[in-house]
């Protein structure tokens, strides 16, 4: 029986050894050179002293985990910030009565020009029975608002102005979500209608199609809800309503007891020839109905009486 030599079987144990050895060498240098092209391509950091270097290194390692920790936090907090105000203005403006056209006319032409939506608008010029007036009804955008207030100082007169807020942050958000759910759930719909691996029977597809349409129905609901409230909260709602300046007149006998008389004098008069001519309206037909044949009857028996005494 032959055995082998020692030096023989050392060296068939030695070279699987050596392989791995040889691998791991191989990989080392591989990764070495990554880092080293890496950190080649990467800005080189200013020196600085071994211990405070490694101590700075953390530092901003330790930063750069703390921003990017709190990055979501501000986002949230940057999200829950943003307020939905629907801004309503209810203004009150005097204008001489020749000048009400015009400024109404201005008013209205220079919402043409900026980001402004006329809703509605309407002019009653002056009669000799009633005095001129007109409205505007408008949304504004908030960044022309004060240009357009502006405009319409220089034109008439403010004599009020009333400013209402209301906060739709709540109504907005809960849309936003309901939103959301509802088109994840039809996009899940969608699937489940779009797969055939799964065997389902023809009921069961009729009923997903039946709940696709009724989600989708509720989706084009909210998303038209969305819309309204995009519309007050996005622009600024503002009606202006255009009166004739009122002449005061200040001393004289206009305002006597005496010039309140004379000035009175007629209208008392007019109010008491109506009273009368309502009085006859009212009385006539009883009049006509009643006395008149009762008076008939009365001379009758007037006249009988006196032929027997005859």
């Not at 020692?6 to 050179?33: E, F, I």
């Not at 009400?100 to 309407?122: F, I």
């Not at 622009?235 to 002449?247: D, E, L």
């Not at 007891?257 to 006859?280: K, N, Q, W």
Request: with cysteine; glycine share 4%; proline share 5%.
């Amino acid at each position: 029986m032959t055995h082998p030599r020692p030096s023989t079987l050392s060296s068939r144990m030695a070279l699987p050894a050596v392989l791995a050895l040889a691998a791991t060498l191989a990989l080392a240098g591989c990764n070495q050179r990554h880092d080293t092209a890496a950190m080649e391509s990467a800005p080189a950091p200013a020196p600085m002293a071994g211990g405070a270097g490694m101590k700075q290194g953390r530092a901003a390692t330790v930063q750069a985990e703390d921003a990017a920790a709190a990055a979501p936090e501000t986002s949230a907090q940057d999200e829950m910030a943003q307020r939905f105000l629907a801004v309503r203005q209810e203004l009150n403006v005097e204008v001489p009565q020749a000048q009400l056209a015009d400024a109404w006319g201005q008013v209205r032409d220079l919402c043409a020009t900026l980001r402004c939506e006329l809703l509605s608008a309407s002019l009653l010029r002056e009669t000799p029975q009633q005095p001129g007036n007109a409205m505007l009804e408008m949304r504004v955008a908030p960044a022309d608002v004060q240009r357009l207030l502006g405009t319409l100082a220089g034109v008439a007169t403010i004599v009020s102005q009333n400013t209402i807020s209301e906060d739709k942050t709540a109504e907005v958000i809960d849309v936003e979500a309901r939103i959301r759910n509802r088109t994840e759930f039809r996009d899940s719909l969608r699937l489940m209608l779009r797969d055939t691996t799964t065997k389902r029977t023809m009921s069961d597809l009729l009923e997903i199609q039946r709940t696709l349409s009724d989600t989708q129905a509720e989706l084009d609901a909210m998303a038209a809800q969305r819309k309204v409230l995009e519309q007050q909260t996005s622009k600024q709602h503002i009606q202006i309503q255009f009166t004739p300046t009122r002449a005061l007149v200040q001393g004289g006998t206009s305002y006597s007891p005496i010039g309140r008389a004379l000035r009175d004098a007629g209208h008392v008069l007019g109010e008491s020839m109506a009273a009368l001519i309502t009085f006859v309206a009212a009385v006539l037909p009883w009049l006509v109905l009643v006395v008149l044949p009762l008076g008939w009857v009365l001379r009758a028996l007037w006249r009988r009486r006196r032929a027997r005494k005859a």
